[in-house]
């Protein structure tokens, strides 16, 4: 399963664009690459998924170049209630996967007024 | 509105008690697990199933037990609660074919042992 590195914990103030880099170099052919939010006493919650280059939905887009060693979440105008933690996950799609993604620390975004 | 649904939502029960935490999904998935989580820590997974009588133990090992009788039913257990113990346990599942939008996870159970 490939590790994934990002930072521990990111400030931003209400309206700007956040942007959040995970490494993962150690990434497969046939990996995706997965965030997930989560709040205070809830379980995490499905943001993005790509496999390469741009993936948007109404929430946020996710980047992710040629060579897919990283990838960045890209969150426009954060407002407060985006402040939580959000985690980077790196593994195989649909049935051929085995299911066992693994959560690491994740980046603890604080948005302030 | 949820599609996998935990309770209880919170739990504080006494050292020594058997407990059952309750874990259903509604979307079909094959494939549940439980990750238990303390507070500001990461998740780490303990049990998972890809479906009915399949179960097995995750990179964190752990004191409970789990059964898979029903696709959509996936209860953890713990015949005797420690203070150990206490944690937030989440259940999750993901379907197995088609198109993947990953975990979905409930809302959790605060498990408090005394």
């Known amino acids: 399963l490939a590790k994934t590195t990002q930072p521990i914990s990111m400030d931003s103030y209400e309206g700007q664009e956040v942007n959040i880099t995970c490494s993962h170099n150690n990434i497969a052919t046939n990996d995706y690459i997965t965030w997930y939010q989560q709040f205070p006493s809830q379980g995490p919650r499905f943001i993005i998924q790509g496999y390469k280059t741009k993936v948007t939905n109404e929430v946020a887009s996710l980047f992710i170049p040629a060579d897919r060693k990283s990838s960045t979440l890209s969150l426009p105008r954060v407002s407060l209630s985006d402040t939580a933690v959000y985690y980077c996950l790196v593994g195989a799609h649909g049935s051929s996967n085995t299911g066992k993604l693994i959560f690491g620390q994740g980046t603890t975004l604080q948005v302030k007024p | 509105e949820a599609d996998i649904y935990q309770t209880p939502r919170y739990l504080v029960i006494g050292t020594g008690k058997k407990i059952t935490l309750e874990c259903s999904q509604t979307m079909g998935h094959d494939k549940m697990y439980w990750y238990q989580q303390d507070p500001g820590m990461e998740l780490h997974l303990i049990h998972y199933?890809?479906?009915?009588?399949?179960?097995e133990k995750g990179d964190l090992s752990s004191e409970s037990t789990v059964s898979r009788i029903r696709t959509e039913h996936f209860p953890l257990t713990l015949e005797s609660a420690r203070p150990s113990h206490t944690s937030q346990y989440l259940c999750?599942?993901?379907?197995?074919?088609?198109?993947?939008?990953?975990?979905?996870f409930g809302s959790g159970t605060r498990l408090t042992v005394v």
């Open positions: 199933s890809y479906g009915v009588n399949s179960t």
């Open positions: 999750a599942s993901r379907r197995s074919t088609g198109a993947d939008y990953g975990y979905t």
